[in-house]
């Protein structure tokens, strides 16, 4: 994603940066366009691992799961998924200042949006500690107090480590684009004809929200009425 | 077959001379000279790759092991695999004559990401260390499949480092193929629609469709390993309430579709190169193209076919199996039209049409005894044994490097601009079919026999045919070697090569040899079909 930002954003000195092996800057747009959502399609296969996984494992130990679930902190979970929401809408407001040119306020709504993804990796950072606190990270000395079959309980804490892991890890890098964004956009660097680089950056970041939108149910509301499954 | 047109008294800029110095390769971003870095380094994993394998023909020459203990044994083996699958088959083809071919013949400048093609380069290289770490470290006994509980809990091998060496190669697989699939998507010459595209394009985009949706999921599956062995957070081990299984369902979802990441783009070099020397238009040019989709989406459903001895449900089992039939369907498409576009056709039996005819027999031999292994009564009795590294071997060495080879010979001229020694090509192309065969059809008789692989000892009943292995695998080294030495020397003493040494049809061929950085002086415009031979008539052949 990063290089792929960079390969777009090159070469900015002319209003409307055409590379060389294109024929117009059409050509260009639909293939930035075409590469980045090909680049999405990827980034589903490579989660699609993980969810296959979870669901695998969910369908043989429902009991375990639903409970290691209750464990988790749902309210810090449903505030950071309004974080992320909220952050997908301020970067779809920065892609619209963008393509009506409005350098001040697409600078303002791309720093929010990087203010909202810290937010929610604050927050993940705190959750993440409070699991390592209660002994709750998979490994030599995992304990689950309450939980049915503790042993399968411990499946269900790697995945939620490795998928919302993995979804950090994503929000990180794209934190990072997000920087180099913000001071290209200082810069003035992006028109209305040539935004290329914040619309594909768009796409990106609702991705990785859409991926959250789906964590959230499968790992913190699997059992929320209690009734316990079996 | 004369040289250049006489007008031009000096050299031609061309993307070779027209910049000099180690930066201007390291740092370039023309399809071109990319594709010209993959070919030196591939060609080096190549060779290392084969070095492990004569380690292990020596070690299986005699039964007893005298040559590597078994420890060591196991290490060579696993480094060959990984070598030979992650390094050098899977990026050979696409990377290399993929690389530089597909701008040429849709008449674009470059690939639609030229800094991301590059990027894929490092990415490789980078992946390739970890790789040479490993094997400097101490090596990595788990066999390049990393079946878990042992790759997670109880190798002694240098298993993360490998698995992050694989995961970061696994991203250039992917950038290449993003790469193709745009370009060949959105880069086309006016004029150049779908079906006039040349078929080694449309093998080349079908491998991509699989690079895109496959080698993630292999990364994500080796990213859960590295956690798992790193950190113990468990998903495979049964120690940590996990299923084995699932490890081996998620490797071969990408790793039986990886197969045809390697297959399919010689089948492209194969349809390019019957084609041009039959001086016909394919048989069958859009089942030929329509073959090559068909087995990049059968290809995703047939990977169960890897685990009828792991306790995948026998009725699982009867779907994977008739699912595996399936492929063979689009595979047959394929050898039938070879074949009947050679029927009647003026063959001409130059060095690449000789390893595309070697490529069809061994081709067809691996496809027809992967039916044997696909079928659920045969597999249970020949799983884990030489009959299964026989039909593999037919299919990614008698196969893919075939192809890769038919290839390197038929476009030499126009990467390089120079022609090679006949006369040593041909005779090497027919070492390397005897050599091949020598090596690999004793194995299939040895595994019927009942000859496990992954052992560095045997019995001594099995011992006439190891020899005879053994004896094939020197004489196929000999047969490898021999193209390094005559091409390496075309570059220095080679006669100039025309831009259309071979009377084929194709944009490539229309630009000189080598071409220009820019590829094309003006943007071509397609009026024709491919494989348009009558357009040739009275243009620079002979």
Redesign the interface.
Known sequence: MD??A??VT?EAEATVPL???F?NLE?QK??ST??MW??L???I??????F??YF??RQ??PAAFASASNKTDLWLGAANTTVLICSSLTMALGVHFAAIGKRKLLVLFLLLTLFLGSVFLGVKTYEYHDKWVHHE????HFECEGCKDA??A??FF??Y??MTG?HAMHMIIGAGILLILIWQAYRGKFTPEWHTPVEMFGLYWHFVDIVWIFLFPLLYLIDRSGRGLS | MTTAPPLIAEKPKNYLNSQVGLKSWLLTEDHKRIAILYLIVVTAFFFLGGFFAVLIRLELATPAGDLLDSNTYNKVFTMHGILMVFFFLIPSIPAVLGNFLIPLMIGAKDLAFPRINLLSWYIYILGGLFTLYVLLAGGVDTGWTFYTPFSSSYSNGYVIMAGLGIFINGFSSILTGLNFVVTIHRMRAPGLTWFRLPLFVWSHYATGAIMILGTPVIAVTLFLLVLERGLHIGFFDPAYGGDPVLFQHLFWFYSHPAVYIMILPSMGVVSEVISTFCSKKPFGYTFIAFSSIAIAVFGFLVWGHHLFVSSQSVYAGMVFSILSYIVAIPSAIKVFNWTATMYKGSVRLTTPMLYAMGFIGLFTIGGLTGLFVASLGIDVHVTDTYFVIAHFHYVMVGGAIMGYLAGIHFWWPKITGKMYSEGWSKVSAIIVFAGFNLTFFPQFLLGYMGMPRRYHVYPPEFQVLNVLSSAGASILGVGYLIPFCYLLWSLKYGPDAPPNPWGATGLEWQTSSPPPTQNFDITPVVTTEAYDYSSLEGVNVG
Request: net charge negative; aromatic share 14%.
């Open positions: 290089s792929h960079a390969v090159h590379r060389h092996h024929e050509q639909d293939a075409v590469g090909v680049f399609v990827t980034e296969m490579f989660f699609g691992g993980l296959l996984a695998v494992y043989a130990y990270v998979p490994g030599e042993g399968h411990s499946l790697s995945l480590f490795g993995l």
